[in-house]
């Protein structure tokens, strides 16, 4: 059966080739020898897009931890320190989110459409267990009880629409803050913690990763005999 071009070109994913269906009733190829190819779509133009624009921000990633040095060692305040630079240097270049911009967006994303307070807390809580932080602090019970107190006084739930009750919450929220130490001008400084924390816990499933597959590696027989090497003397650019 005589192949044709299908009516809408499908963008393929390592590819903007359009793809070649058989069609039921054959048709000989000169028959659409004369016609241009049909235009993509407007979501086959978008997922093209996507698919570039991905596809430069990996470049350009790559591109950066080719030439950085990372040592695999999150006992070490300098190798930690070091790397969460390297992967700042790597969102500012592939104009990728911090984690804490990551966080806004999702918290924006999340509780665009929750209307009470008491819902938009206990979405925070979810979306900061999932992203795997931990409320050191103890935070969130201090707001909860700041909302149970505001409710109380209102005697009725918080609604996020309601500018006096949100008013006495934030006036709650920023005693909370005052005795937690924490100031709104410092939130750089809360930002360049954060990061800190979440390069040593990539850092240290880097190690486990490299340990693991050295584990296998070693069972090999052609590699019984040599000597695994101490994974803070790997570097990662020989990998890429």
């Not at 190829?29 to 093209?48: C, Q």
């Not at 806004?104 to 267990?129: E, M, N, P, V, W």
């Not at 999932?130 to 209102?154: Q, Y």
Request: glycine letters at 4%; proline letters at 3%; hydrophobic letters at 40%.
């Amino acid at each position: 059966m005589a192949r044709v071009l299908s009516r809408s070109a499908r963008q393929q994913f390592y590819g903007s080739q359009s793809a070649l269906q058989p069609q039921q009733q054959a048709a000989p190829i000169r028959f659409y020898a004369k016609d241009a190819a049909p235009k993509a779509l407007k979501g086959d133009e978008m997922l093209k897009g996507i698919f570039l624009e991905v596809k430069k921000k990996f470049e350009t990633a790559i591109g950066v931890l080719r030439k950085e040095k990372i040592t695999i060692d999150p006992e070490d305040p300098a190798a930690v320190e070091q790397y969460a630079k390297v992967m700042k240097t790597v969102r500012e270049k592939a104009d990728l989110f911090s984690e804490s911009q990551r966080i806004q967006f999702t918290i924006k994303q999340r509780t665009a459409g929750i209307q009470d307070a008491r819902s938009y807390l206990l979405a925070l809580k979810d979306i900061r267990l999932k992203r795997g932080l931990t409320d050191e602090l103890g935070a969130e019970a201090k707001m909860m009880d700041a909302l149970e107190k505001v409710e109380k006084e209102i005697k009725k739930p918080l609604m996020r629409n309601d500018k006096k009750g949100m008013a006495l919450l934030t006036e709650e929220f920023n005693k909370i803050n005052q005795k937690l130490g924490i100031r709104k001008e410092e939130l750089p400084k809360y930002e360049e913690e954060l990061e800190k924390k979440i390069a040593k816990a990539q850092l240290e499933e880097l190690k486990k990763d490299a340990l693991e597959a050295m584990e296998t590696q070693k069972k090999r027989e052609e590699f019984n005999d040599e000597e695994m090497p101490d994974v803070k003397s790997l570097d990662i650019r020989n990998m890429l």
